[in-house]
Each structure stands twice: as C-alpha cells, then as structure tokens.
C-alpha cells in the first residue's frame, strides 16, 4: 500500500461512515479489531456503528471537510471540520491499517 492509498482509504472510511453508512465503512475498512479512543464512543465495531447511526439519525444534515491527511507508514492523521444544527468541531483523528492476516 502506498501512502496516498492509505490517506485515501482512511478518508472514504471515515466519510462513509460519517454520511450515513458506518456498517458499510467497518466492512470496508476495519480489520478484525476496532479500538476506539474517543470516550464518547463505546470501543468495538459495534459501539463505532451504534455511534454513527446515533450522529446520522440526530444531525441528518451535518457535513465534513477533510483539511488535511497525513500518513506516515500504516498511520494516518485526518485533520476535519465538522457542522451540525447545533455543533461546529475542528477534529483530529488517527488512523492505522489494519496488519493483513499469515496465511
């Protein structure tokens, strides 16, 4: 994988996820284990997904600008801004390839 094709999966990843379809983006783009940092957000595939449906059920309107992407070997760094009815966040989050699996 080459380091556009990592910024590039980590941006449809999250975009997917953040318009609507967060169970597609984990069956995309997650390896078998989902570790999330944000305390907000249950760790696991299942508290990402429930957290996403929760944002696209409460804010069906908002909307994301990625900024920026950085990747450096299997991590990239997404800087965005998000808006909602109620909400304007300017977030960073980390991302890092899944490790294929041994044969």
Do not use: C
Not at 5 to 24: S, V
């Amino acid at each position: 994988m080459t380091l556009e094709t990592n910024k590039q999966d980590a941006i449809d990843f999250y975009r997917t996820a953040f318009e609507g379809n967060p169970k597609k983006a984990v069956e995309l783009y997650v390896g078998d284990d989902y570790i999330q940092h944000n305390p907000a957000v249950e760790d696991g595939k299942a508290g990402f997904i429930d957290y996403f449906e929760r944002m696209q059920r409460d804010y069906p309107d908002k909307s994301i600008d990625f900024v920026r992407a950085i990747s450096e070997g299997d991590l990239v760094a997404l800087h965005t801004h998000q808006v909602g009815a109620d909400y304007v966040l300017k977030v960073s989050d980390l991302f890092r390839r899944p490790r294929r699996q041994r044969a």
